[in-house]
């Protein structure tokens, strides 16, 4: 299979000032699935068009183990793109429409055939092969475009947000099936999606985009653990942050003095904790501050509260049973645990 490698990558639309994407630099290793992530406008599409080749970029290099791919006829280059809309041809059967890029191959229709049946069962939709994209479902057409770029065997699968127009229990199901065929493939993916929990579920690796420029490229954890600017963690459903000083793996702010050794060493800094990581407690301690629940909000699989505390306000996670011995106005103890709290450097922001 394929690695890329994305090398400074530019693209200036015309008239714009402003790239759409700003020298994007990114190594996607063999038979691993890269989630690129990022509110809509950020430059996802324009990026994986430029990888299949149906837009050039205005500076930079894309390469396929090494080789620049940029002078290769997108039909040569082994890479297949999914678009969000599916674009499955009406007039052809669903059989038709799957064997298609083996057709332009001229492979032969006996081969072609056998493929078709193979593609349809690896997508659990063996019996629909005679019927016309409009006599399917959304999530059966989905699945129809994804056999479609399977069957030719690509070197990389490029899907632009390919769940985005399906309900939420047919997008779980999609994501299973496409991380299930991905690893047994062992397909090169890159995978567009706005939604970060979508790209953690999936994903190998997420690479975070905010206004055409890269912020991160990690693991899913890394965003989640150590995100690099209040921007990224906000992204990723951050909501807690107290500005103070950091020194020696002690952070101090307006609320005290906690240990909180990840992060910054010191300075000037930005602490920041998810809300599914604070702890109600029952007594004062290292770490342990104390507030007035001002909201709470029962979610069934859990709790959510607000908290203030001094001058600030602290979103909670909690379980969801926790109104019973706390409701609105009762005085909370939280616990932040000193590895869960994560410094980042606060001038940048
Ligand atoms: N042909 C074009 N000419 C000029 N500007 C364009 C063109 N296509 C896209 N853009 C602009 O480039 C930026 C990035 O667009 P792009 O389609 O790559 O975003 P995206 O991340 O895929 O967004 P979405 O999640 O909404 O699909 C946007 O500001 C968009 O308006
Ligand atoms: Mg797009």
């Known amino acids: 299979m394929t690695h890329l490698s994305i090398n400074a990558l530019t693209k200036r639309y ?10 994007l630099s990114l190594e996607v290793e063999s038979g691993k699935l890269v989630a690129l992530l990022g509110p809509s406008g950020c430059g996802k599409t324009t990026t994986m068009k430029m990888i299949a080749g149906l837009l050039e970029p205005t500076s930079g290099d894309i390469l396929f183990d090494n080789q620049s791919i940029l002078n290769i006829a997108p039909e040569k280059r082994g890479a297949v793109m999914v678009f969000q809309n599916y674009l499955l041809f009406p007039y052809m059967t669903i059989a038709q429409n799957v064997g298609y890029g083996l057709k332009m191959r001229k492979v032969d229709q006996a081969t ?13 939709l063996p019996s629909l092969g005679d019927r016309r994209p409009k006599e399917l479902s959304g999530g059966q057409q989905q699945r129809v475009a994804l056999a479609r770029a399977l069957i030719v065997q690509p070197n990389l699968l490029l899907l632009d947000e390919p769940l ?6 047919l997008r779980f199901e999609m994501r299973d099936l496409i991380r299930e065929i991905q690893q047994e493939m062992g397909i090169t993916t890159l995978f567009v999606t706005h939604d970060q929990e979508e790209a953690a579920v999936l994903s190998d690796k997420i690479a975070l985009i905010l206004d055409g ?14 995100p690099k600017s209040r921007a990224i963690a906000d992204f990723f459903g951050g909501v807690n942050f107290v500005t103070g000083t950091q020194d020696k793996g002690r952070f101090t702010s307006d609320l005290g003095a906690w240990s909180a050794p990840r992060g910054i060493e010191a300075g000037s800094g930005l602490a920041t904790i ?13 770490n342990v501050v104390s507030g007035n629940i001002v909201s709470h909000v029962y979610v069934g699989t859990h709790s959510r509260l607000k908290v203030d505390v001094g001058a600030h306000q602290f979103h909670v996670v909690a379980d969801a049973g926790i109104i019973k011995t706390y409701g609105t106005g009762s005085t909370v103890m939280l616990h932040l645990p000193a590895e869960k709290i994560w410094v980042l450097p606060h001038a940048k922001d």
Do not use: W
């Not at 985005?164 to 229990?169: G, K, Q, R, T, V």
């Not at 998810?274 to 290292?286: F, K, S, T």
């Open 14 to 23: 015309p008239g714009e000032e402003k790239p759409a994407i700003d020298s």
């Open 112 to 124: 072609i055939d056998r493929r078709v049946g193979e593609m349809l069962e690896l997508v659990k």
């Open 164 to 169: 985005s127009n399906l309900d939420a229990h």
């Open 213 to 226: 420029t890269l912020q991160q490229y990690d693991p899913p954890m890394g965003f989640y653990e150590s």
């Open 274 to 286: 998810r809300p599914e990581d604070i702890e109600i407690c029952e007594a004062p301690g290292e």
